[in-house]
């Protein structure tokens, strides 16, 4: 069924390409897109253009789906460059991350 009952959802994808992580949305609204992030527990939409990934989370629910061998120390080399990049919470556990809309397009 399709229409006013789909509800978006918020899915990892991609997760052996760790050089270029966003939060890319389909037509949505921002508070449809918020409402998704946090049903799924990832993170929280901060504007438009900006949303917080809980790094945690994203860890979880990329790593089981990881092909790379060296997919762990990836991980960890992406999160020390958001660090020395300050794209990451002043605790560690949320990543800044650039939004992009399909609805902009």
Known sequence: MTGADERPEARVVDVDDLGRLH???GVVTDEE???ALEHA???RLQDAETAFLD???LRAAAEPRATAPDWSTRWDAMITSARTHGWLTADGSGLQVHVESAAGA
């Open 23 to 25: 939060l890319a949305l």
């Open 33 to 35: 897109a918020g409402q």
């Open 41 to 43: 527990a990832l993170g």
């Open 55 to 57: 790094v945690a989370a």
